[in-house]
């Protein structure tokens, strides 16, 4: 049992790699013989950008961040708020095609 | 099989008026004539758009027949950014075969009759759809690579404007280049910002352009020591490094083997800076320097034309101009020319025997390397 919100990656079962979810097959090694798991959604800001000219259909100042969330695996995120610094916690989640990512929740 | 770059062609690059086919055949003609029109049988063109002013060209059959080239065998490729480098290597290992005497390479794009918009979603297709559909861009993704690689080293973003700066200073000794002033660090850091901490003057321009070059059985002085090229994952966040491209560094090993050669024997190299930070990162990931040495390199001055290293003569991509499948195989004809000592007024200090050529396809999923030099017949 996870406490908090949870976050949902896969799992490679022939090489282990664990990763974001991806419509196909394990990027690692490309077998199809993968599954989801769910870990802490908490993971820390790698590195964050400020897009003023983001891909058709967003708005700027558009913000994303490369964070790392257990077991190393990596997402890219939109930030709601401001722009994170290096080493931030955010909280990240999915919603629909995307990954969002908040400031943790304080206690 | 020993082959050699026999020939180079370069029309300018910039806001040209000429759509892609003349471009194309500017440069190839100039290439042609460097040869005295000698017969070619084998056609190599890149192009990622082949844009013309009604939509996708067929551009392998019109080149064909405004060259006059219908007794050739051709091929066209694409990879994004690095075609160039792509359509250089397939000429390469096509002429290795022993098949065919001579090879015409032709890399072209036609970009600056099209908004920026379109230019940035066209330019997406070399990105994962996960990445577009969180509204990355190429800039965007370059722009987490770059703050990631400042804050590991504990850099500050002077050292974004100083690689800038260089780029150019030496495109503005280049009449081919797209850009023809040099720029000051404070110019630089006071542009516009495009994704933090990129600004404007960090990222290459949409340029028109075309070059060309001739490739025939022999030797000379850039004579082809080795190729080679490395893949890496589409989308970033499966990749194991970022502040460094796995897939330059598979590159660059497999060349540097097949020439049988180290870094230490390269005398001018020509890295794909589609954003000048990303110099640090490819001088770093050819060897010349260990990870994070490079900005000492741009601060003490050993990457200009008298340096220990010249780095990007013909300004790179940030200084030269970025028509995308182009820039490859322009990278590969400025390294040719500094070799054959025909680089003029953009030429290095000291002319070199070896030089290296680098290309990056996207944001570094399949990159090119390509070592030329000249080889005792």
């Known amino acids: ?107 | 099989m020993t082959i050699h770059v026999a020939s180079v062609g370069m029309g300018r690059f910039g806001k040209r008026p000429e759509g892609l086919i003349t471009l194309a055949a500017e440069a190839a003609n100039f290439a042609l004539e460097g040869i005295g029109r000698k017969p070619v049988d084998l056609l190599v063109v890149g192009s990622m758009f082949a844009q013309g002013p009604h939509g996708r060209e067929a551009l392998l059959p019109r080149l064909v027949g405004r060259l006059g080239l219908e007794s050739a065998s051709g091929f066209r490729v694409e990879s994004s950014s690095g075609t160039g480098g792509m359509a250089f290597h397939v000429a390469a290992l096509a002429l290795e075969t022993g098949r065919f005497e001579r090879a015409l390479v032709i890399a072209a794009e036609k970009m600056t009759d099209r908004s920026t918009a379109e230019i940035t979603k066209e330019l997406s297709a070399a990105l994962h759809m996960s990445e577009v559909a969180a509204g990355a861009t190429m800039p965007g993704l370059a722009a987490i690579v770059t703050a990631r690689y400042l804050q590991r080293y504990g850099l500050s973003t002077d050292i974004c404007d100083i690689t800038a700066v260089h780029a150019r200073s030496m495109a503005a000794r280049n009449p081919n280049a797209h850009f023809q002033k040099a720029v000051t660090p404070e110019e630089v850091a006071s542009s516009r910002v495009v994704a933090l901490p990129l600004r404007l003057l960090h990222c290459s321009a949409i340029s028109d352009g075309a070059t060309a070059v001739v490739l025939e059985k022999g030797t000379g002085p850039a004579t082809v020591l080795g190729l080679g090229q490395g893949f890496d994952a589409l989308r970033l966040v499966d990749r194991e490094e970022l502040t460094s491209f796995t897939a330059t560094r598979v590159a660059a090993r497999v060349a540097y083997e097949a020439a049988h050669l180290t870094r230490k024997e390269v005398n001018v190299v020509e890295v794909h800076d589609a954003f000048s930070p990303f110099t640090l990162m490819h001088l770093e990931d050819l060897g010349f320097c260990g990870p994070g040495e490079a900005p000492k390199w741009f601060r003490e001055g050993w990457v200009g034309l008298d340096g220990r290293l010249p780095v990007n003569p013909s300004g790179g991509v940030v200084g030269r101009g970025h028509p995308i499948a182009a820039s490859g195989l322009a990278a590969i004809g400025e390294v040719a020319l500094q070799l054959r000592g025909e680089a003029g007024s953009h030429a290095i200090a000291t002319r070199p025997k070896v030089g290296l050529a680098h290309a990056v396809s996207g944001i570094g999923s399949h990159n090119f390397v390509t070592i030329l030099g000249g080889k005792s017949p």
């Open chain 1, 1 to 107: 049992m996870i406490p908090g919100a949870t976050l949902e990656l896969t799992q490679c079962h022939s090489c282990h790699a664990r990763f974001l979810p991806t419509d196909g097959p394990c990027p690692k090694c490309g077998s199809p013989d993968c599954s989801p798991y769910s870990t802490s959604a908490v993971g820390r800001v790698l590195a964050a950008t400020e897009l003023h000219y983001p891909a058709s259909g967003w708005h700027a100042p558009h913000r994303l961040a490369l964070v790392e969330v257990a077991d190393a695996v990596r997402v890219l995120a939109i930030v709601e708020g401001v722009l994170p610094v290096p080493g931030a916690l955010v909280e990240v989640r999915r919603d629909g095609d995307v990954h969002r990512a908040r400031p943790e929740p304080t206690q």
